[in-house]
């Protein structure tokens, strides 16, 4: 029966996150904010919402190990599965923002969250605090750089004239979506991990984390085989970005999210250290900005070590 919840839960928090998202980018056009910064700021915060309200709700019902493990499997995920596959798929192309300013940045905020767990075993509403700070500077640095490049987000425009009605309709059942998601997601993992015998944080570095990277996975596949460019490398840094600045910074401004499960600082952060590090080595060699399909099968080869030593560490 937890499998039912997990699955119905992740269901929910798919149809919530895309009604936010449309609501979000709707509302915006009627706020008269331009299309690159719906699409680089409104977009990814509605983007984030599903893994805030997974990792707030698991906070507040004393599960912190789901809370972080959420956005730690979320990102190991990002680039092992997603990107793995998605080059596997068709090369992907990178341009020279991803070493100038993404990956730059993916690696200090990671780097951060690693030092604030590790320093008292625990991620204060300060520490939240400086995380999302440092995420509201990097976006504003974005989209000062974005302005000089003259490049602008895919944002759909028939949603500039959508009715406030329909708007309001679609921010319901979104929130609501969201909510009940996010409650039968945790309590359903919090079940399986008692049923199969492991921890809630590997439940939710593996089984949450690959289900919340789904709609993102097959976004990311579709534009693969249509060779399109629209869901690029710096989508999935961003969201890594986001996850850690947004995710865990909102959530433990909101309460104190102690670090509960050893394996969390012995085993899971070191992982996603090491994705987030080996990337700039797969971009520069051998072939220079090309994630090419043989880099992607070595990508999804370690995200398979990683499922499979998270689950025979509990055994």
Do not use: C
């Amino acid at each position: 029966m937890s499998l039912v919840w997990i699955i119905l839960g992740l269901m929910l928090l798919v149809v919530g996150g895309e009604f936010l998202v449309r609501s979000s980018v709707a509302l915006s056009f009627k706020l008269s904010i331009s299309k690159m910064v719906i699409g680089m700021t409104v977009v990814s915060f509605a983007t984030s919402a599903p893994e805030l309200l997974v990792s707030l709700n698991a906070a507040l019902n004393e599960s912190p190990a789901i809370a972080i493990n959420n956005v730690i499997g979320s990102n190991i995920a990002n680039i092992g599965l997603v990107l793995g596959i998605t080059a596997l798929v068709s090369s992907i192309a990178v341009d020279k923002s991803f070493y100038r300013l993404n990956w730059p940045v993916m690696m200090l905020f990671s780097m951060a969250l690693y030092y604030f767990l590790s320093n008292d075993n625990q991620l204060t509403s300060v520490e939240g605090l400086i995380l999302f700070s440092g995420l509201i500077v990097f976006l504003v640095v974005l989209i000062r750089s974005a302005k000089k490049d003259a490049t602008t987000e895919v944002v759909d425009d028939n949603l500039a004239i959508v009715s406030n009605f329909k708007i309001g309709i679609w921010l319901l059942i979104g929130a609501a979506a969201l909510y009940y998601g996010s409650e039968w997601l945790v309590e359903g993992a919090k079940d399986l991990a008692t049923d199969v015998g492991v921890s809630e944080a590997v439940i939710a570095a593996t089984v949450i984390a690959i289900g919340t990277s789904v709609p993102e996975l097959a976004a990311s596949v579709i534009a693969a085989v249509k060779k399109e460019k629209a869901l690029s490398l710096g989508n999935l840094i961003g969201s890594n970005i986001f996850n850690i600045g947004s995710v865990l910074g909102l959530t433990s401004i909101v309460k104190t999210i102690p670090v509960t499960n050893a394996s969390i600082l012995d085993h899971d952060i070191f992982w996603m250290l090491g994705f987030a590090a080996v990337l700039i080595l797969l971009i520069l060699i051998p072939k220079r900005f090309q994630i090419s399909r043989y880099k992607g099968l070595l990508l999804v080869v370690a995200y398979g070590a990683f499922i499979f030593l998270a689950f025979k560490s509990q055994s």
